[in-house]
């Protein structure tokens, strides 16, 4: 690199500085700032922008070294439920243009998180001649597939992803399901579609002997625990873990199989930090699940925990279990995976990618209580495969699923796009910032 490479990174509703495990806050947040810090490390400088969502928020924050996060006004400056932001859009647009007229800054290159953001990266990448590189983190046609009546996105969603998908310079998937589903849904052109597997931080998430895990959380040190971690949706299914713990109890009461010890499950993520029925419905449901299939004694609810404690959760663990309708990557698998732990998750999107079937965990069909009761059976029952499994899947994380690769493919990228860009002859935007003009844009919501 001659010069510093500046990174316009737009995602709208997912924040770094977000605390984790609420409806709106996951993966996606998670990705914003490893992936920012970790290209900085590598000599870029990148700016953040997402909207301002509290009148506090600061418009700059020094986020990180080589990382700013700029809060954009656009809609009232208070939480919104991200399915009701689209009507904002076109204003979180003209803010960027003006905190750049205003900053004099620059950028090289654009890259937009979430459709939303996608659809800005595409009007600016028009009007600024900036190159724009686009992840989906998940698309409207899965959401609907899966959804149906319950999804909650705007109308407009579907038709301006497809628009996204024509007007980038380059698309990234996380996995090569969601690849396909570029090409085949959304008629992507293949050259442009490039897989970037996502990541997880190896130095947060690391193993822990279970015996300290359990005792820094006050857990009893007896009986097999199995862990959920993430945000709490009816899509991750959560309600098919506690059907196949029901299944399982009723094994043990039945006496049907000895070598089954006794089994809870530990269930990590809401709106706040105690859990509340109220402000996190689905754990109602689940509580209320749980009582009619007789196993309330065995499920514990512990709130949303921020990824410096998220280890002794997983490490407490003796296998962790994801069983999502769909997941167009998922994190939480890794993270589990990174503590040296077994983990059990459905065969959709990306968990068949990070999970070695047989080696690191096992897959089970989405939505099948039974299957997953006799999963969580065989690794229960076989205290010495599931650490053999939890060992495989840490060294397969560190050596396929580390931040620092997905920067360095993602600087690579970059390189590629920037670099047919000179070869266009269409220069990478030389103009005095000064003269930069403010474009007109339209008052009417997109
Ligand atoms: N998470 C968290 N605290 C919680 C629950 C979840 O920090 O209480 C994090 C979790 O560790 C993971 C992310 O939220 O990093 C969820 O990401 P994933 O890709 O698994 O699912 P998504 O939220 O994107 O659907």
Redesign the pocket.
């Known amino acids: 690199m001659d010069r510093l490479m500046r990174i316009a990174f737009l995602s709208e509703h997912a924040s770094p500085v977000a605390l ?2 609420g409806a709106d806050a ?3 947040n ?1 990705y914003v700032d490893e992936v920012s810090r970790n290209l900085a490390r590598r000599g870029y400088a990148v700016d953040v922008f997402t909207r301002r969502d509290s009148s506090d928020a600061p418009e700059i924050i020094d986020w990180a070294p080589g990382v700013r996060v700029v809060n954009l006004k656009a809609g009232p400056p208070k939480p919104r439920p991200k399915d009701e932001l689209w009507p904002f859009m076109s204003q979180f647009r003209d803010s960027f243009l003006r905190f750049m007229v205003r900053d004099e800054a620059r950028y090289d290159l654009l890259h937009g998180n979430f459709w939303m953001s996608g659809w800005v990266v595409t009007e600016l990448r028009q009007r600024l001649d900036i190159p724009a590189v686009q992840i989906f ?1 998940a698309t409207g046609k899965t959401k609907r597939r899966h959804q149906k009546k319950v999804d909650t996105s705007p109308g407009d969603r579907i038709k301006t992803e497809l628009r996204i998908v024509r007007n980038v310079d380059r698309l990234i998937a996380q996995c090569p399901a969601e690849q396909a589903e570029l090409i085949n849904d959304y008629e992507a052109d293949p050259a442009k579609v490039v897989v970037i597997p996502s990541a997880v931080n190896t130095q947060v998430f690391k193993p822990v002997s279970q015996a300290e895990a359990r005792k820094r959380l006050g857990l009893e040190q007896e009986g097999r625990i199995i862990v959920y ?3 709490m949706l009816p899509r991750k299914d959560i309600r098919n873990i506690v059907r196949a713990l029901a299944l399982l109890a009723q094994q043990e009461e039945k006496g049907t199989d000895s070598t089954l010890p006794q089994a809870t499950l530990m269930v ?3 709106e706040t930090v105690e859990p509340d029925p109220e402000a996190t419905p689905e754990i109602g449901e689940l509580q209320r699940l749980a009582a009619e299939l007789g196993v309330s004694e065995r499920v514990r609810f512990i709130g ?4 410096n404690e ?1 280890r002794y959760y997983y490490c407490a663990g003796d296998v962790a279990v994801t069983t999502p309708w769909y997941e167009p ?4 698998p890794l ?1 589990g995976m990174a503590c040296g732990r077994a983990v059990i998750g459905s065969a959709v999107g990306g968990i068949t990618y990070t999970i070695k079937d047989g080696e690191t965990g096992l897959l089970v069909p989405p939505r099948n209580p039974e299957a997953l009761a006799a999963s969580l059976r065989e690794l229960l029952s076989q205290p010495e495969r599931c650490k053999q499994m939890g060992q495989a899947a840490r060294k397969r994380v560190e050596r396929e699923f580390t931040w620092s690769i997905v920067a360095m493919r993602t600087a690579a990228l970059y390189e590629t796009v920037l670099a047919e860009r000179r070869h266009e002859s269409l220069p990478v935007d030389t103009t005095p910032l000064s003269i930069v003009s403010l474009p007109k844009v339209p008052e009417s919501n997109p």
Do not use: N, S
């Open positions: 984790l495990g996951g993966g996606q998670v983190h971690v993430g945000r990590v993520g809401g949303k925990r921020q990824a998220l990557f998922g994190l939480t993270e």
